[in-house]
């Protein structure tokens, strides 16, 4: 006889256990990411201005692909080929903000080519996604694994990659060698900085919101609903900048260099930066304040001070920002009280 399941089940519990402790976002943009289609969501994600929220099922998913890696590479090794020593995650870093982890490096005993190096991608599909490969071929059915490749093999001067597919329905397997195309590689590497250090918000890749490609998009609801970011960090304040040098300084603290796990939590200057929000922009008396237009009221926000509001506030509840009267102003300063929802 079966029996019951307590109020919260195992899987429930694993499932929550797994959510509760997501992966925080990347500091830079990784090689995997230049083949995405649009580059508003490049921006958006690597400024951290929208977050994947994914639940406790699909992390474990993402785990099962992540320690699917050694089970791969140690069927390679059984077939004859050598891997160099180390390699497995090694950074390959492109200079301003663009880097990536290769998954291997085989350095002789691939079928077809013993004597050449080539770089390995290890990936996982379901039946759908691993027959469009099998059938089109990684460069028309994943752009984005074959563009991570391509950047990969740029990046060691290899001009051979080994992409090996497991098909988690059955584990059949697929593996393609693809040759190094220079132009790819340097186009997305230049793509990828251009993003990185642009003040200003790309154009989406569609104005319209049933676009197969922007209906599933974790920015769908920034891009075709409220405009709004609902993210506080230094990435997603006016006063911070990405530099050349794969680094973030902050205006407001004297140009002075932002430590990642500092920008992961922003500081009370924060202004939102003005193509997050969906608000009309007017200058503040304060270079260090902006004043945002909402529901016909202005709202100044950054600096702390009297009648100021963080962003954290105008995230939480921008219409209770805006009819805010002398009696909330009034009880904000004495109890130093915060909008919050």
Known sequence: MKIPDAQYSIPELVDQYHASKPEKPRAHLGASQLGHACDRWLWLSFRWAVASKFEGRVLRMFRRGQNEEATIKEDLQAIGIQFKPGV???????????????????????????QKKHVCEYKTHNKKSFEQVEDKGVERAKFDHFVQMQSYMHGTGIDRALYVAVCKDDDRLYTERVEYDKGVAENAIARGKRIALSDRMPEPLSADPSWYQCKWCPAHEFCHGDRLTKEVNCRTCAHSTATEDSKWICERHAGSEIPVEWQREGCGSHVLHPDMVPWQRKEAGDQWQTIYVINGKDVVNGEPGDGVYGSKELVANAAACAESDEGMIEFRKMFDARVVG
């Open 88 to 114: 497995a995650q090694e950074r390959v870093d492109f200079g301003c903000h663009i880097s990536g982890s290769i998954d291997d490096i085989a350095i002789s005993g691939v079928p077809g080519a013993p």
